[in-house]
């Protein structure tokens, strides 16, 4: 197990690049590695997938080629590995330290603080007098410590369930829906675009990556809108996903 062979502390983490709070979390674990890679640390990420186009192994490598990850990553498509670490959603981390100890954890987005104190913490238990940086400081104001926020509203699956993506009728039926949060996601697969409407205004064009999100709306603030998509055949959608926004 590479927890058991590292020479420093091992960072896992449990993402699907299609996944909206994985793709949110990974800004922080790219910049813990570049931070702390010449310290000891290791990072491995675990691909474990959330939708059906992502257990695909060759979508799978491409997205995660687009979301820009250095370190390595294993493709964990059948979810053994998943189910023994117990991972409870998307993303999940764990910090494993001298001995093979387990000494953080941390499920779904969040307490980046406090991840990057328990990094710090393993790296002096290796050698007291390395010097380490400040924290880094929140990339997002709801990422700000102690900061409460609204709930946003639920991920929506168009198709009926994470397993079935929806796609449109011989016509071209629109999918539309009223959400209250930050930012609204679109995850998707297949070629082609979809045209988005907010609050009934005019359509805006978005050119969909193969498989992955796609950002539909949002400035960062707790509101409540509506959307209407269009979309081309040859795109289907799996999820409408919606991240917080500040009160």
Not at 69 to 88: E, F, Q, T
Not at 109 to 114: P, R, S
Not at 181 to 193: L, S
């Amino acid at each position: 197990m590479a927890a058991l062979t590292a020479a420093g502390p091992v960072l896992v983490h449990f993402f699907d690049p299609a996944q909206l709070n994985s793709v949110r979390a990974l800004p922080y674990i790219t910049e813990w590695n570049r931070r702390y890679l010449p310290l000891g640390l290791t990072t491995l990420g675990i691909h474990s997938p959330r939708f059906g186009f992502t257990a695909d192994a060759t979508l799978a490598t491409e997205a995660i080629g687009r979301i820009g990850i250095d370190h390595p990553v294993a493709l964990d498509l059948d979810y053994a590995i998943w189910h023994d670490y117990g991972c409870k959603g998307w993303p999940a981390l764990f910090l494993w330290g001298r001995g093979g100890a387990l000494v953080w954890a941390h499920n779904g987005e969040g307490e980046y603080l406090e991840t990057e104190e328990a990094i710090q913490e393993s790296l002096r238990a290796d050698d007291v007098a390395v010097e380490l940086p400040r924290p880094m400081n929140a990339l997002r104001a709801t990422d700000q410590p102690g900061m409460l926020l609204p709930v946003p509203s639920a991920e929506v699956f168009p198709g009926g369930s994470a397993a079935k993506p929806w796609e449109p009728g011989p016509e071209g039926s629109p999918l539309e829906l009223a959400y209250e949060a930050g930012e609204a996601w679109a995850v998707t697969d297949g070629e082609g675009e979809l045209s988005v409407s907010v609050d009934n205004g005019a359509g805006a064009p978005i050119s969909v990556p193969p498989a992955g999100l796609s950002k539909l709306a949002g400035n960062g603030s707790h509101e409540a809108h509506s959307v209407r998509l269009e979309v081309s055949p040859g795109v289907r959608i799996w999820a409408i996903s919606f991240a917080p926004g500040t009160p």
